[in-house]
């Protein structure tokens, strides 16, 4: 890469013959670039892919996308484009040097002999290291006649709520993700690490027949992180569209996309190969106790007793007594330390759970109370949000239920 301080321009060019490059903002461009590398590796074995594409259109318009094989993320936004080129740029280059340069226009030529693509802006011209466009895979389309749309402030709850709950053991591999599927007039985000479960429902914004949707599809965590960081900048109410094939064959790929701004994003991502559990099954039908509690306290409670967790202690211990609960932890290196909270109960009981599952637990819901459902300190838990009293359209769209695994505390 060469990037050197703007000379003036000796004479303008006056072959009639249109250039191929591109004149764009610089803080678009950047954004972009940004958006379609967070599906760059920190390393690559395979150059190209560690390169953003470029396809210019003289309609106006400039794509770019990069890929790891698996996910591919795409961005079209509005160009100065007199005559059409490909090529592909470094992605973490270009966004350094995008980075560093005055907010401005910045024009981008492509040299296919040189392998070079020129930039100038304002305050600096230079030239990058660029390799064939045709060396890039393209993202696959994803086909079907079924597409739905949510608002991105949905989906993004759904996803939010339980992503913590995905499996990273490669071992498991069809737990590696999130399970989508439509139930009882819902549509529910499942995730679980064999420990603890996180059910997501909102009302389904898909009518009539969807053969893949109603059998569900894993979406690799992967995908989801980047779904995530993505739909955060959106406003709540801007439509995402949902494509998942809908045919006699398993579905192996889905998009999301959406235009915000006059930029169209898309993310194409192969999904998980494998037949998920029967969740249901590990959801306890019948408690015989139960107590509500305010996140907050339990949070703080949670906090207290930190210090006497341990890698090999991580334990915390829930001793019900009606109307009290004693949260402890203990570890044969640094002792035991104990509180109290007040609950909403007349069961006295004991269960354990991981100390960390539970605060992320409790972290993922909104209202400001949850109920914990169980039988004994051997079999799940089940958690929920409390009645809080507030009516119906002031309450969250997506409900959420938890499951605990307890622990030998």
């Known amino acids: 890469m060469t990037i050197t301080a703007k000379r003036p321009r000796a004479a303008r060019e006056t072959n009639s013959t249109p250039v191929a490059r591109l004149t764009i903002d610089s803080p678009v461009l950047l954004r972009a670039v940004k958006a379609v590398s967070l599906v760059v590796a920190r390393s690559n074995t395979i150059p190209i892919l560690s390169n953003v594409a470029i396809k210019a259109d003289p309609a106006g318009t400039v794509r770019l996308w990069a890929t790891d094989q698996d996910i591919a993320i795409l961005r079209t936004t509005p160009a100065d484009v007199p005559a059409a080129f490909g090529t592909t740029v470094g992605a973490k280059t270009l966004a350094a040097v995008l980075d560093a340069i005055s907010p401005g226009p910045v024009t981008l030529e492509p040299n296919g002999a040189a392998m070079r693509v020129a930039i100038t802006a304002e305050d600096v011209t230079g030239e990058v290291f660029a390799l064939p466009i045709e060396d890039m895979p393209d993202a696959p389309a994803v086909q079907t006649d079924k597409p739905f749309q949510m608002p991105a402030g949905d989906l993004l709850r759904l996803f939010e709520s339980v992503k913590h709950c995905i499996s990273t053991e490669e071992t498991r591999y069809y737990l590696n993700g999130i399970f989508l599927r439509r139930h009882g007039g819902t549509l529910r985000a499942v995730a679980t690490d064999g420990h603890r479960m996180g059910i997501a429902s909102i009302a389904s914004p898909v009518d009539g027949d969807h053969k893949d949707l109603d059998s569900g599809v894993i979406i690799p965590r992967s995908a ?59 959801i306890p039908k019948d408690t015989t106790k139960a107590f509500t509690v305010y996140r907050a306290m339990l949070r703080r409670a949670l906090k207290t ?39 909403a109960s007349t069961d006295v009981g004991e269960i354990g759970f991981n100390a960390r599952y539970v605060a992320e637990m409790l972290d993922a819901f909104d209202g400001e109370a949850v109920t914990f459902r169980f039988e004994d300190g051997a079999m799940p838990c089940v958690v929920e949000p409390a009645d809080d009293g507030r009516p119906s359209e002031q309450q969250d769209r997506v409900s959420l239920r938890q499951v605990l695994m307890p622990m030998r505390v």
């Open 224 to 282: 989801v992180g980047m779904v995530l960081r993505l739909l955060a900048v959106l406003p709540e109410a801007a439509p995402v569209t949902l494509t998942i094939p809908n045919g006699p064959d398993k579905a192996a790929r889905m998009a999301f996309s959406w235009e915000h701004g006059g930029e169209t994003t898309e993310i194409v991502t192969r999904l998980v190969d494998g037949t998920y559990p029967d969740y249901e099954r590990v």
């Open 305 to 343: 007793v930190g210090p006497a967790l341990t890698c090999d202690s991580k334990g915390v211990k829930l001793t019900l007594n009606k109307a009290s609960l004693q949260v402890s932890a203990s570890s044969p290196q640094l002792g035991s330390l104990s509180t109290r909270v007040t609950v």
